[in-house]
């Protein structure tokens, strides 16, 4: 199984019974990077399913279907998983391991509590939209389109080219002196980053992509009372859904499949100063030591922003962080620690926002 959940109309509290759950398809990575402003391509069916009277459902892949042809990279496939109806849709979109997906090696390692590749969560609940929030579902027509093509699985979809966008990879907070802070992007690191869709009513955070990185950035170092954003750019798409009737279903932005990032630049952030964090949340380190920490976070995005607003100036550590970064501390000075807003360091997981402070 893949993943499982409920979808419920508009609202949350009552169950979409016999609604049809679709898990689709995106064409490999290199298709993907080849399209051009315009282009259209198909989304294949990969998997289907439909809810009870609970409106719940569980998405398992067509054992027929090669996902291989999917993830020429061999790593991640970009998956949507939709709920296309009469009375409404709900869309998520994410990135799916294919050995995971069919039982693999991958997916006993999940089950084993290790890091799973794929981002789409073992429990997806999908709420509908409303169609008539959106002008093109105003008529029985198009609803009885809607439903038609629900049942026939066919979307197409087109490409139009955002351009490249910065996005935040990290930040220092350095709140003392005596310790020198410097933010890396790995090369060879595989980015999460988080997708958008809007099916009437504004955009909404999804889940998130992986995205493969071929470069490394190493920002410069700070010292001393130094509060900064770290900013790369990647190109983005804006992908229009249409159902098999022309009817457009949602758009979505998402990075588009490429070899990484390029250019690089710094922003004040010192309105975002997060608090002293208490001794149970830091790793103190000695005079004379190096502190590397690797952070592993989700790009995501904030439900309602314009798409020029979150993928481009705004994207901060509050409404999301990068990727697969590496901060490494220098201590020139005893009684500093490495803190996280979250939680100590040292432990597994996401520890936060990343803090210098005394000890």
């Not at 959940?5 to 508009?10: I, K, L, P, Y």
């Not at 073992?122 to 629900?150: I, V, Y």
């Not at 190493?218 to 098999?244: A, E, I, L, M, V």
């Not at 149970?280 to 004379?288: N, S, T």
Request: charged fraction near 20%.
């Amino acid at each position: 199984m893949v993943t499982a959940g409920t979808v419920t109309r508009s609202g949350g509290d009552t169950p979409a019974a016999d609604a049809t759950v679709e898990l689709l398809a995106y064409p490999d990575s290199e298709e993907m990077a080849a399209l051009e402003e315009g282009d259209t391509f198909d989304l294949s069916p990969v998997g289907r399913t439909t809810t009870d009277a609970n409106g719940a459902y569980e998405m398992r892949v067509d054992p027929g279907v090669d996902l291989s042809q999917f993830a020429r990279d061999g790593r991640t496939m970009d998956v949507s998983l939709r709920v296309t109806t009469a009375e409404g849709t709900a869309v998520e979109e994410a990135s799916l391991s294919p050995d995971e997906a069919t039982g693999g090696a991958e997916a006993e390692a999940a089950l084993a509590g290790e890091d799973r590749q794929s981002s789409l969560p073992t429990n997806a609940d999908l709420e509908l939209t409303p169609m008539s929030e959106r002008e093109s579902f105003q008529t029985e027509e198009h609803e009885a389109a809607t439903t038609q093509a629900a049942a026939s699985g066919d979307y197409t979809v087109q490409y139009t080219d955002l351009g490249t966008r910065w996005t935040n990879v990290g930040a220092v907070f350095v709140k003392v002196t005596g310790v020198w802070a410097q933010v890396k992007h790995r090369v060879n690191a595989d980015a999460s980053l988080g997708a958008a869709v809007d099916s009437g009513s504004g955009y909404y955070a999804s889940y998130t992509v992986d995205r493969y990185s071929s470069s490394e950035i190493q920002f410069p170092k700070h010292g001393r009372y130094s509060y900064k954003f770290f900013d790369t750019q990647r190109p983005y798409g804006k992908y229009y859904n249409y159902n098999n009737c022309g009817v457009l279903i949602n758009t979505t932005v998402k990075p588009i499949n490429g070899s990484g990032n390029s250019g690089s630049r710094e922003r004040d952030a010192s309105h975002l100063i997060p608090a002293n964090q208490p001794r149970d949340r830091c790793a103190p380190g000695v005079k004379g030591a190096r502190h590397t920490q690797d952070i592993g976070k989700a790009t995501t995005w904030a439900t309602g922003a314009k798409v020029e607003d979150i993928v481009g100036f705004n994207m901060s550590t509050r409404t999301g962080f990068s990727q697969q970064a590496s901060y490494e501390f220098e201590f020139m000075s005893a009684g500093r620690a490495v803190c996280g807003t979250r939680s100590d360091p040292s432990y597994p997981g996401d520890p936060g926002v990343i803090v210098v402070q005394d000890y």
